[in-house]
Protein backbone atom coordinates (compact mmCIF):
# COMPACT_ATOMS: atom_id res chain seq x y z
CA UNK A 1 0.00 0.00 0.00
CA UNK A 2 2.77 2.11 0.20
CA UNK A 3 3.91 2.67 -3.58
CA UNK A 4 -0.29 3.64 -3.72
CA UNK A 5 -0.12 5.98 -0.89
CA UNK A 6 2.78 7.71 -2.63
CA UNK A 7 1.29 7.81 -5.77
CA UNK A 8 -2.52 8.93 -4.27
CA UNK A 9 -0.42 11.91 -2.52
CA UNK A 10 1.95 12.83 -5.94
CA UNK A 11 -1.09 13.04 -7.63
CA UNK A 12 -3.20 15.27 -5.28
CA UNK A 13 -0.14 17.55 -4.92
CA UNK A 14 -0.01 17.90 -8.58
CA UNK A 15 -3.61 18.09 -8.85
CA UNK A 16 -3.48 21.07 -6.15
CA UNK A 17 -0.63 22.69 -7.90
CA UNK A 18 -2.13 22.82 -11.04
CA UNK A 19 -5.55 24.13 -9.71
CA UNK A 20 -4.02 27.09 -7.87
CA UNK A 21 -2.11 28.18 -10.81
CA UNK A 22 -5.43 28.26 -12.85
CA UNK A 23 -4.24 28.00 -16.19
CA UNK A 24 -5.09 25.81 -19.47
CA UNK A 25 -4.02 22.28 -19.97
CA UNK A 26 -2.14 22.39 -23.20
CA UNK A 27 0.76 23.71 -23.43
CA UNK A 28 2.02 22.62 -19.68
CA UNK A 29 0.84 18.94 -20.35
CA UNK A 30 2.83 19.02 -23.68
CA UNK A 31 6.09 20.52 -21.17
CA UNK A 32 5.24 16.82 -19.77
CA UNK A 33 5.73 15.06 -23.00
CA UNK A 34 9.02 16.97 -24.13
CA UNK A 35 10.28 16.66 -20.59
CA UNK A 36 9.02 12.63 -20.96
CA UNK A 37 11.54 12.63 -23.64
CA UNK A 38 14.28 14.49 -22.16
CA UNK A 39 14.13 11.94 -19.17
CA UNK A 40 14.37 9.12 -21.35
CA UNK A 41 17.02 10.46 -23.43
CA UNK A 42 19.04 12.15 -20.33
CA UNK A 43 18.51 10.76 -17.54
CA UNK A 44 20.93 7.79 -17.31
CA UNK A 45 23.84 10.73 -18.66
CA UNK A 46 22.38 13.16 -15.97
CA UNK A 47 22.54 11.21 -12.82
CA UNK A 48 26.60 10.89 -12.73
CA UNK A 49 26.72 14.56 -13.46
CA UNK A 50 24.43 15.25 -10.54
CA UNK A 51 26.06 12.38 -7.82
CA UNK A 52 29.32 14.44 -8.73
CA UNK A 53 28.05 17.60 -8.08
CA UNK A 54 27.04 16.62 -4.28
CA UNK A 55 23.47 15.94 -4.71
CA UNK A 56 23.26 12.35 -3.39
CA UNK A 57 20.39 10.42 -2.70
CA UNK A 58 19.49 6.58 -1.68
CA UNK A 59 16.20 6.96 -0.69
CA UNK A 60 14.41 7.29 -3.50
CA UNK A 61 17.27 6.25 -5.40
CA UNK A 62 18.91 9.32 -7.40
CA UNK A 63 18.19 7.65 -11.22
CA UNK A 64 14.26 8.44 -10.04
CA UNK A 65 14.59 11.57 -8.66
CA UNK A 66 16.74 12.82 -11.99
CA UNK A 67 14.06 11.13 -13.85
CA UNK A 68 10.75 12.75 -12.36
CA UNK A 69 12.81 16.34 -12.05
CA UNK A 70 14.01 16.30 -15.90
CA UNK A 71 9.90 15.43 -16.65
CA UNK A 72 8.20 18.01 -14.63
CA UNK A 73 10.42 20.69 -14.97
CA UNK A 74 9.59 21.66 -19.02
CA UNK A 75 6.22 21.48 -17.58
CA UNK A 76 6.45 23.95 -15.08
CA UNK A 77 8.61 26.27 -16.95
CA UNK A 78 5.53 26.30 -19.68
CA UNK A 79 3.25 26.50 -16.84
CA UNK A 80 3.86 30.06 -15.95
CA UNK A 81 3.38 31.46 -19.19
CA UNK A 82 0.25 29.24 -20.32
CA UNK A 83 -3.43 30.65 -20.33
CA UNK A 84 -5.10 31.25 -17.33
CA UNK A 85 -8.44 29.08 -17.01
CA UNK A 86 -11.40 31.25 -16.29
CA UNK A 87 -13.79 28.91 -14.86
CA UNK A 88 -13.65 26.76 -11.86
CA UNK A 89 -14.54 23.41 -14.12
CA UNK A 90 -12.13 24.22 -16.60
CA UNK A 91 -9.26 24.30 -13.66
CA UNK A 92 -10.61 21.45 -12.20
CA UNK A 93 -10.71 19.10 -15.60
CA UNK A 94 -6.84 20.80 -16.69
CA UNK A 95 -5.69 19.98 -13.25
CA UNK A 96 -6.89 16.11 -13.29
CA UNK A 97 -5.69 15.90 -17.02
CA UNK A 98 -2.18 17.33 -15.87
CA UNK A 99 -2.01 15.24 -12.84
CA UNK A 100 -2.65 11.72 -14.60
CA UNK A 101 -0.53 12.66 -17.44
CA UNK A 102 2.39 13.80 -15.31
CA UNK A 103 1.75 10.30 -13.22
CA UNK A 104 1.30 8.17 -16.04
CA UNK A 105 4.34 9.49 -17.38
CA UNK A 106 6.44 9.23 -14.17
CA UNK A 107 4.95 5.91 -12.09
CA UNK A 108 8.08 4.03 -13.34
CA UNK A 109 10.35 6.08 -11.27
CA UNK A 110 8.46 5.67 -8.74
CA UNK A 111 7.68 2.57 -8.83
CA UNK A 112 11.98 2.33 -9.11
CA UNK A 113 12.42 4.19 -5.84
CA UNK A 114 9.18 2.40 -3.52
CA UNK A 115 8.97 -1.47 -2.70
CA UNK A 116 5.84 -2.73 -3.83
CA UNK A 117 3.91 -4.82 -1.62
CA UNK A 118 1.11 -7.30 -2.78
CA UNK A 119 -1.84 -5.01 -3.06
CA UNK A 120 0.45 -2.21 -5.04
CA UNK A 121 2.18 -4.75 -7.20
CA UNK A 122 -1.37 -6.17 -8.63
CA UNK A 123 -3.13 -2.88 -8.74
CA UNK A 124 0.04 -2.10 -11.32
CA UNK A 125 -0.13 -4.81 -13.51
CA UNK A 126 -3.79 -4.04 -13.99
CA UNK A 127 -2.75 -0.31 -14.87
CA UNK A 128 0.23 -1.44 -16.82
CA UNK A 129 -1.51 -2.38 -20.20
CA UNK A 130 -3.81 0.90 -19.82
CA UNK A 131 -1.07 3.25 -19.86
CA UNK A 132 -0.42 4.00 -23.22
CA UNK A 133 -4.39 4.72 -23.89
CA UNK A 134 -4.46 6.93 -20.64
CA UNK A 135 -1.32 9.42 -21.65
CA UNK A 136 -2.61 9.09 -25.77
CA UNK A 137 -6.19 10.35 -24.76
CA UNK A 138 -4.27 13.10 -22.07
CA UNK A 139 -1.72 14.07 -24.72
CA UNK A 140 -5.01 14.29 -27.01
CA UNK A 141 -7.20 16.67 -24.88
CA UNK A 142 -4.37 18.79 -24.17
CA UNK A 143 -3.90 19.37 -27.70
CA UNK A 144 -7.86 20.56 -28.30
CA UNK A 145 -6.82 22.78 -25.27
CA UNK A 146 -4.48 24.35 -27.47
CA UNK A 147 -6.18 24.39 -30.64
CA UNK A 148 -9.57 26.02 -28.62
CA UNK A 149 -8.32 27.56 -25.74
CA UNK A 150 -5.08 30.11 -27.48
CA UNK A 151 -4.49 33.97 -26.76
CA UNK A 152 -6.00 36.08 -29.19
CA UNK A 153 -2.86 38.08 -31.04
CA UNK A 154 -2.09 41.49 -29.79
CA UNK A 155 -3.37 44.18 -31.79
CA UNK A 156 -6.31 41.50 -33.86
CA UNK A 157 -9.78 42.12 -32.76
Known sequence: MTFLAVL???????FLLFFISRRHIGMPALG???GAVLAKLWTDGLTPVVANAGFVTTVPPLHSVVSVAL?????LIVM????????????AYSSFVFAA???MLTYG???NAVVLDQTSSAIVLKLLPYDSAIITVCIGLALL????HRKNPVGKH
Do not use: E
Open 8 to 14: GFYFAAL
Open 32 to 34: LTA
Open 71 to 75: TLLPA
Open 80 to 91: MRATKAHSMPHQ
Open 101 to 103: LAV
Open 109 to 111: AFA
Open 145 to 148: DVVY
